[in-house]
């Protein structure tokens, strides 16, 4: 089966060439505007809202018109088919879920959306992938380490797979080395406090050093 989206929404190139993902949980809707202009600044371009976040496809909605030039917004925590139809219509520009679901796997390759399931044996991972994945979420991360993503890729090195759980600063790079192609955090940058408390600053510098730390690796690798 093809991988290659080619919904022009999202650029998949791009993405693997700026391979972090911003997955915001739980924002409210007096501080989306605040998280979103942060993310921008700090040089993040592509975010996913979660679909169990309170409003959410209204959020996703206002996110995906308003910030069109400088984000790639998407939704997580697609579940189901329906979740799939709302979020897409809400302007969702790609899809994150914790497990394959093989319903909405078919739905966004019918109509080229990116799609980025969760896996995390060698078994679910080569299932994800050949239903279609963009890239498949290797979920949750932590649990395995860095190292699991060199020894998945030993027998399967045509697949993309984006680390997800327990990334954060400390360890991104060390995934990408890996051979993560790309990897996705939340709760170390969009913390429940800071959002609260709309320190946007806090949120700005820790996307800042992030980015720059990937982009550092890039540029040496």
């Known amino acids: 089966m093809n991988n290659l989206v080619t919904n022009p929404t999202f ?32 040089g993040l ?14 959020l996703i909605e206002s996110a995906s018109q308003q910030f069109s030039e400088d984000l790639c917004v998407g939704a997580g925590t697609v579940l189901t088919l329906t979740d799939v139809k709302q979020a897409v219509n809400a302007g969702a520009q790609f899809i994150v879920s914790p497990t394959l679901n093989i319903d ?21 991972i080569e299932k994800a992938w050949d239903a279609g994945a963009t890239m498949v979420k290797v979920f949750p991360a932590s649990q395995m380490g860095a190292s699991y993503f060199n020894t998945v890729r030993g027998p399967f090195n045509e697949l993309s797979l984006m680390a997800v759980g327990g990334v954060d ?17 939340g709760g170390s940058l969009f913390t429940v406090t800071r959002m609260r408390n709309k320190d946007f600053d806090s949120i700005k510098t820790a996307i800042t050093e992030l980015v720059s730390t990937v982009k550092i690796f890039h540029s040496t690798s």
């Open 11 to 42: 650029n998949l190139n791009r993405f693997k060439e700026s391979p972090v993902l911003g997955i915001i949980r739980g924002v409210s809707k007096d501080s989306i505007q605040g998280v979103l202009d942060a993310c921008v600044t700090g």
């Open 45 to 58: 371009r592509f975010v996913e809202l979660t679909l169990n976040t309170e409003e959410a496809l209204p």
């Open 104 to 124: 909405v796997a078919t739905y966004c390759v019918e109509n080229d959306i990116a799609y980025f399931p969760g896996a995390l044996t060698p078994t679910e």
């Open 169 to 185: 600063l400390s360890n991104a790079v060390e995934y990408l080395k890996a051979g993560a192609s790309a990897v996705a955090v």
